[in-house]
């Protein structure tokens, strides 16, 4: 099983909701990701997340709030958002150690469109 | 920093035939990994192969294959005999071993297979 849900696929918020995007794996993986792609654009990343511990936040404006409840979730925290934030969040995650394979697998994204 | 480049934003090719995708990459590290993904327009990135720094033999899996020059910072893509479900974008990717435990990627190459 190497499967990543994200849930909700698509959503749709005003400036001012305060929403969150999930993401759960079952594989044992201690990594896991968020990423933000625009249309016709590579992935940017946004965060990670090892052993439940944020070791990586790429500048992400604070209105953007990661969260690792335990090893199988992530959630992605979204307050007071603008219209430019509107894009593909995608989900991913990994095994970690340096002989663990490295192969990141990637949800199939929640659509995010701020109005 | 590592940067991944793809310098052919589209291409196309028949049903049937054999069309190879460029990458090139610079980075200072000597182990590291690399990828190829896929995403078609359904938005979800599929790994199609990897590659691992060390090992000097190219990676294949079924129809698709790699051509790795390490000293050349090269890692080009091969698909042989298209198939209209190969139509995608294509994101080269980059992972240090040791360092930075997250992808960098490539601009992507649109790829549409004609009938």
């Known amino acids: 099983d190497t499967e990543v849900t994200q849930t909700p696929k698509h959503l749709v918020m005003g400036m001012t909701n305060k929403k969150s995007l999930k993401c759960e794996q079952h594989?044992?993986?201690?990594?896991m990701y968020w990423y933000k792609q625009k249309a016709k654009k590579p992935p940017e990343l946004m965060f990670v997340y090892s052993y439940e511990k944020l070791s990586i936040n790429e500048s992400v404006p604070s209105r953007f709030s990661p969260e690792c409840p335990n090893s199988s979730l992530l959630n992605l925290h979204l307050h007071a958002l603008q219209p430019e934030d509107s894009a593909l969040y995608l989900c991913a995650s990994t095994r970690t150690g340096h002989d663990s394979g490295n192969t990141i697998y990637f949800g199939e994204g929640s659509w995010l469109t701020v109005v | 920093a590592q940067t991944v480049t793809q310098s052919q934003p589209e291409m196309s090719v028949q049903e049937a035939e054999t069309v190879t995708l460029s990458c090139t990459y610079d980075?200072?590290?000597?182990?590291?990994?690399l990828f190829w993904y896929k995403q078609p327009p359904s938005r979800q990135m599929i790994l199609v192969i990897r590659?691992?720094?060390?090992?000097?033999q190219n990676a294949t899996e079924n129809r698709f294959s790699v051509n790795f020059q390490k000293a050349a910072k090269s890692f080009s893509l091969k698909i042989s005999d298209s198939q209209l479900g190969d139509t995608a974008m294509y994101f080269c990717?980059?992972?240090?071993?040791?360092?930075?435990?997250?992808?960098?990627f490539g601009s992507g190459t649109r790829l549409q297979v004609q009938p």
């Open positions: 594989m044992g993986h201690r990594a």
């Open positions: 980075t200072s590290e000597s182990n590291y990994y």
């Open positions: 990717a980059f992972m240090s071993h040791t360092g930075r435990r997250a992808l960098t």
């Open positions: 590659q691992e720094a060390y090992k000097q």
